[in-house]
Every structure is written in structure tokens, then in C-alpha cells.
């Protein structure tokens, strides 16, 4: 079926409606790119760690940084613009039984850094988990919140020093 919402140069075709779903036409092939693969292969992964996890073989758990907030909340106006304090939240979501647990921090108290979610991450491991079982965090590709030496420093010191 030719494109009718598309450029007049395009040379893409579209299913007609004679089909319900893509895996009914015949001969139709999927293509993945590498990153897609990538990302199933993650959550295959992701997938078998919360068997393990919910089995007490390793206690898996996922982070994330939540949207900034204002505080207080207020409608646009002068006073918003003079009187506004970011909220941050740092969560740690345990993939087992749905525990979670909130860190809460305010402009005052300090960024949105790796020095902060490294603080996150060694207090819950110090407060929340015992040491007896492998454990596997899961995070986004948050490059201040995840990927930066700061927080692969703190995991690898704390490591160490428990011999986990």
C-alpha cells in the first residue's frame, strides 16, 4: 500500500488494513538494530535476575533518579520565579518484593552529582541489605547518575571492605 501521509518521495510502503497484526503477513522479516538486541538481551537478563532474586538467591534491585520537583508548588507568576526550591529523589526499587525506598534532598543539600547518588547507594547498602547473597543493581544510562568513576569508586571501596 503506497504512503499517503509521507513525502511524495518516499519509497516506504505500509501493511493494508486486510492485516490485524505484522506477524500475519507472509515473508515478513524484522529488522533489529544493535542497540535493540542490546536492550533485549538486558531484559532477558533483568528478567531471570528477578526469578533469582524472588528464589533468595541474590537480591536485585533497580535506581533511579525521579523528575525534579518545585517546592512549594506554585502557579507561574512573580512568586514562582523568586521563590522556588528544587526537590531531588534518588529511588531504590527492590525487584523481589517491591520495597522501596526514597532519598530526598533539596538544592540546600546539594546537586544532582555522582558524589550524591554514590552517598545513595553505600547508605542503602549499609542500612537495607545484608551481605549474604550477590547483588545486582539496575539503572538507566544516566551518565551523572550511573556511569561516572564516582559511583564505580564507592561500589569497588565498599566491595572491598566487605568482601562482597
Not at 533497580?62 to 531531588?88: C, E, N, R, S, W
Not at 529511588?91 to 543539600?109: F, M, R, S
Not at 552529582?113 to 537495607?128: H, P, R, Y
Request: charged share 20%; with cysteine; net charge negative.
Amino acid at each position: 500500500m503506497e504512503s499517503h501521509y509521507c513525502r511524495k518521495n518516499t519509497f516506504k510502503l505500509y501493511l493494508d488494513n486486510l492485516y490485524k497484526s505484522v506477524t500475519e503477513v507472509p515473508s515478513f522479516r524484522f529488522f533489529m538494530k544493535k542497540m535493540q538486541l542490546m536492550n533485549l538481551d538486558i531484559r532477558d537478563e533483568k528478567d531471570q535476575d528477578k526469578i533469582k532474586a524472588i528464589a533468595g538467591q541474590i537480591k536485585a534491585f533497580t535506581v533511579d533518579v525521579q523528575v525534579v520537583q518545585m517546592i512549594p508548588p506554585l502557579p507561574a507568576g512573580t512568586l514562582y520565579f523568586k521563590q522556588k526550591l528544587t526537590g531531588h529523589q534518588f529511588t531504590v526499587y527492590n525487584i523481589a518484593n517491591g520495597d522501596v525506598l526514597c532519598y530526598v534532598w533539596h538544592e540546600g543539600e546539594g546537586g544532582m552529582d555522582g558524589n550524591i547518588f554514590a552517598s545513595c547507594l553505600i547508605d542503602f547498602l549499609q542500612t537495607e541489605v545484608e551481605l549474604d547473597t550477590p547483588i545486582v543493581f539496575y539503572s538507566e544510562d544516566c551518565s551523572a547518575q550511573n556511569r561516572n568513576v564516582t559511583i564505580t569508586n564507592a561500589l569497588y571501596q565498599y566491595s572491598v571492605r566487605n568482601n562482597v
